[in-house]
């Protein structure tokens, strides 16, 4: 099925550090999500974003929804150690009724070594 | 705790049977959606009902079907199970049928044997 692009894949972070991560999709959404997921549980809510430009912090999580509707990113202030999870950005269609989403494969944010 | 309800929330069967999962959304939802996580795919969205019918379908196989009851508790039914259905199933919901956050339950591991 359709999936969205995002990147990094993995990377690991040091106490203290910002992290950045990006999603590009070939279609147009009208919404854009974020989603952190740790082992044995659902995804959660970090940030809904729904107009294009849009810039939307929570706490030291700041996404924004790019212009073209094509893409969003998410950026973690200052990490912390319980920021390791699995950072999932999803994307809701344009039109119609239905509002399912569609999902990257994730960013997985691991602690340095 | 997203107020979604998934149960059971480990399930091990074998192949050629059929299972039933379940969901209770959070209070004052009206849509369900359903998704499948595993490695190789991510997270792929299968089926949505908004009050009681069906709006959307994705990914979805014919073995596999779902409804939503008067109370909007959504049952998923996967029958002439295979290996290759052993994932993570889960459960969102969100207020209206079209646009809007959707919260996740944690999920249902289905393991086939």
């Known amino acids: 099925g359709q999936q969205l692009n995002q990147s990094p894949q993995s990377m690991f972070i040091q106490e203290g550090e910002d992290v950045s991560m990006n999603c590009t999709s070939s279609s147009i959404f009208n919404t854009w999500l974020w989603y952190k997921q740790d082992p044995g549980e659902g995804p959660v809510l970090l940030i809904a974003l729904y107009k294009a430009g849009e810039l939307t912090s929570n706490g030291r999580l700041t996404a924004q929804f790019g212009i073209t509707r094509k893409d969003s990113f998410l950026n973690i202030s200052a990490s912390i150690p319980s920021d390791v999870g699995i950072y999932f950005c999803a994307g809701q269609l344009v039109g119609g009724s239905q509002g399912n989403l569609i999902f990257g494969k994730g960013t997985k944010l691991s602690v340095k070594p | 705790d997203s107020g979604v309800t998934q149960t059971p929330k480990h399930l091990i069967t074998a192949t050629g049977q059929r299972v039933t999962l379940r969901c209770s959304p959070r209070s004052g939802d009206l849509s369900v959606y359903w998704y499948q996580q595993s490695l190789d795919q991510g997270l792929q969205f299968l089926i949505q009902y908004y009050n009681g019918e069906e709006r959307a379908k994705g990914n979805i196989l014919e073995r596999f079907s779902a409804q939503q009851f008067p109370d909007l508790h959504s049952e998923l039914n996967l029958s002439s199970l295979e290996l290759g259905d052993s994932a993570l199933y889960f459960c969102?919901?969100?207020?209206?049928?079209?646009?809007?956050?959707?919260?996740f339950g944690d999920g249902t591991r289905l393991s086939i044997l």
């Open positions: 969102a919901s969100s207020v209206g049928g079209g646009s809007g956050p959707q919260h």
